[in-house]
């Protein structure tokens, strides 16, 4: 089992759209987790980081069920611009300073 | 501000050929430093990780190898290259112990022939 899952996707959305990931990891010891952004052929950017229930910055908002070990992403009010791979990441607690990262999940926001 | 440099940003080698990637961060010191792999169409893979000068953690068995002649420097390299050696490189850094936010350079997309 990979230690962080995601639905690749693609999820195809209209502008304006609510849509919401799900990620789901297996090591319960892990302290902290973040999503990536990722667009074609660039860099991971950094979205924001979860670290206890839940986070939220501006139209993104990232929960976390440690109970059932998942983090989800919710997009609100979805813009051309969001059209990215979003990466879920994880860092279990003995792993030190590594991270892992999930496969990633395709949104298209269509006008 | 930190700034996080690779080079070169494109590269296509034959197979068995040396390969050597830079990358370089400002405005901090003592990063750990890390490089990964990402395969088309694949996830993040972890190769080298750092913590400090001359210290290189390696996580897979490959053909590659990573040195840390300065604090904020870092290269991969390997002297013959494998087709299956084509990928994203990534570096990226991280301040701190425990200092898990990562931040990613602009990759280097290598193609091995």
């Known amino acids: 089992r990979k230690e962080v899952e995601q639905d690749p996707g693609p999820f195809n959305v209209p502008e304006g759209a609510t849509v919401a990931f799900n990620c789901t990891y297996s090591n319960s010891a892990s302290q902290s987790f973040f999503w990536y952004r990722q667009d074609c052929r660039k860099e991971p950017k950094l979205l924001m980081s979860v670290y206890s229930s839940g986070n939220e910055d501006g139209r993104f908002t990232a929960q976390l069920n440690r109970a059932s070990q998942y983090i989800s992403l919710l997009i609100r009010d979805s813009k051309l611009s969001d059209s990215a791979t979003y990466l879920c990441v994880g860092r279990p607690m003995e792993y030190g300073n590594k991270l892992v990262f999930g496969a990633g999940t395709i949104l298209r926001v269509k006008s | 501000s930190q700034t996080i440099h690779q080079w070169p940003a494109t590269l296509v080698q034959p197979v068995g050929s040396p390969l050597s990637l830079e990358c370089t961060v400002e405005g901090t010191s003592n990063p750990n430093l890390y490089w990964y792999r990402q395969a088309a169409g694949r996830g993040l893979q972890l190769l080298f990780y750092?913590?400090?000068?001359?210290?290189i953690s390696s996580e897979v068995p490959q053909n590659l190898s990573a040195s840390r002649p300065q604090d904020r420097q870092f290269i991969l390299s390997s002297k013959k290259l494998l087709l299956s050696d084509s990928g994203f490189y990534l570096c990226?850094?991280?301040?701190?112990?425990?200092?898990?936010?990562?931040?990613f350079g602009p990759g280097t997309r290598l193609t091995v022939l």
């Open positions: 990226a850094w991280s301040v701190g112990q425990g200092g898990d936010t990562q931040y």
């Open positions: 750092s913590v400090g000068i001359g210290q």
